[in-house]
């Protein structure tokens, strides 16, 4: 069965830094876009970053975008979230999930069928 396991996070100061690595296992990695979400305290699912399946093209939410960054190693099924410059407001529960096809549909929960159990990521002095 397909398996997501996020991890990295923490606290953090502003202005720090963390990296997730997420996991994954139960199915072909690399023929699936991964992707990152993240849900604020008291706030809806939010997508964040997406990368196709050989990792050609990433992309990024505009309130993340030049601060944080995505990769994947195809050899070690996992997926990663580099965050740099971090704020207050990026503080929330993120989440990796696998995408239903090899491409990035920017934006769009709805092509995700596979999420993990989130990690915790709190910014603050």
């Known amino acids: 069965q397909v398996q997501l396991v996020e991890s990295g996070g923490g606290l953090a100061q502003p202005g720090g830094s963390l990296r997730l690595p997420c996991a994954a296992s139960?199915?072909?990695?690399?023929?699936?876009?991964m992707n990152w979400a993240r849900q604020a305290p008291g706030k809806g699912l939010e997508w964040v970053s997406g990368?196709?399946?050989?990792?050609?093209?990433?992309y990024y939410a505009d309130s993340v975008k030049g601060r944080f960054t995505i990769s994947r190693d195809n050899a070690k099924n996992t997926v990663y979230l580099q965050m740099n410059s971090l704020k207050p407001e990026d503080t929330a529960v993120y989440y990796c999930?696998?995408?239903?096809?090899?491409?990035?549909?920017?934006?769009?929960?709805?092509?995700?069928?596979?999420w993990g159990q989130g990690t915790q990521v709190t910014v603050s002095s």
């Open positions: 999930a696998k995408a239903k096809s090899g491409t990035v549909v920017v934006g769009d929960l709805r092509e995700l069928d596979y």
């Open positions: 139960g199915f072909t990695f690399s023929s699936y876009a």
């Open positions: 990368i196709y399946s050989d990792g050609s093209d990433t």
